[in-house]
């Protein structure tokens, strides 16, 4: 259980360190950052922020800047449509 306690921990941290430092830099905009991720990570951050909804993306809000977690497979199939 430890283990998963600073997995969350250090996630969010992180995160929002970044969204302190967009918010920095832009304040007056509207900031999304996306990260397309693999099964694993998607997975991994997905069970941490507890969201249940969608097998592929969801999003996640801290400080007014959203976080877009996409999996690998949407970028890929929307490259190839191109």
């Known amino acids: 259980m430890g ?3 600073e997995g969350i921990n250090g ?3 992180k995160l929002a360190l ?3 430092a967009i918010g920095d830099i832009f304040p007056n905009g509207k ?3 996306v990260y397309s991720l693999d099964d694993k990570d998607f997975n991994f951050v997905k069970s941490q922020v ?3 909804t969608s097998n ?3 999003k996640i809000d801290i400080s007014g800047i959203e976080f877009i977690f996409l999996k690998d497979e949407l970028l890929t199939v929307s490259e190839g449509k191109q």
């Open 56 to 58: 592929t993306q969801f």
């Open 50 to 52: 507890n969201d249940f």
């Open 11 to 13: 996630l969010i941290e």
């Open 3 to 5: 283990k998963n306690k």
């Open 18 to 20: 970044i969204s302190d």
């Open 31 to 33: 900031s999304v950052v």
